[in-house]
Nanobody
Framework: QVQLVASGGGSVQAGGSLRLSCAAS????????MGWFRQAPGKERELVST?????????ADSVKGRFTISQDNAENTRTVYLQMNSLKPEDTAVYYC??????????????????WGQGTQVTVSS
C-alpha cells in the first residue's frame, strides 16, 4: 500500500504561480512512477506530468515550459512537487497525484494509476 497526501492548491490570477506537493509513504513508494493529473468540470481526467524513481520526467504538451515536476527522497517519505508558473485560466481544475508500481515508460499516457491522493483545487482567474 502507498499513501499519498496532496497539498498546495489555491486561487491565483493568470500569470501567477502555485506549487503542489504530494507526500508518498508506504511499502513501494520509492520505486513507483508518480504523476500529477487534473480534471476540470465536465472533462475527463488528463495526465499533466510524471516522474520516475530516478527522476525521468514527462509533461503534457499543454504545460511544457510552464510546469516543472521534481521530487525529494527521504528515508520514509518521497515528496513530489509540481511547480506551476505562467498559469492560465484553462489550468483551472482539481489536481490529483497518483502512484503506480509500473514504470512510467510502461504507463505512458494512462490516467488510471493504482494509488491516488485527495484532489486539490487550482483556480486561475483571468
Amino acid at each position: 500500500q502507498v499513501q499519498l497526501v496532496a497539498s498546495g492548491g489555491g486561487s491565483v490570477q493568470a500569470g501567477g504561480s502555485l506549487r503542489l506537493s504530494c507526500a508518498a509513504s508506504g511499502n513501494t513508494f520509492s520505486r513507483d512512477c508518480m504523476g500529477w493529473f487534473r480534471q476540470a468540470p465536465g472533462k475527463e481526467r488528463e495526465l499533466v506530468s510524471t516522474i520516475s524513481s530516478v527522476g525521468t520526467t514527462s509533461y503534457a504538451d499543454s504545460v511544457k515550459g510552464r510546469f516543472t515536476i521534481s521530487q525529494d527522497n527521504a528515508e520514509n517519505t518521497r515528496t513530489v512537487y509540481l511547480q506551476m508558473n505562467s498559469l492560465k485560466p484553462e489550468d483551472t481544475a482539481v489536481y490529483y497525484c497518483g502512484a503506480d508500481p509500473q514504470s512510467c515508460t510502461v504507463l505512458a499516457r494512462r490516467v488510471m494509476y493504482t494509488y491516488w491522493g485527495q484532489g486539490t483545487q487550482v483556480t486561475v482567474s483571468s
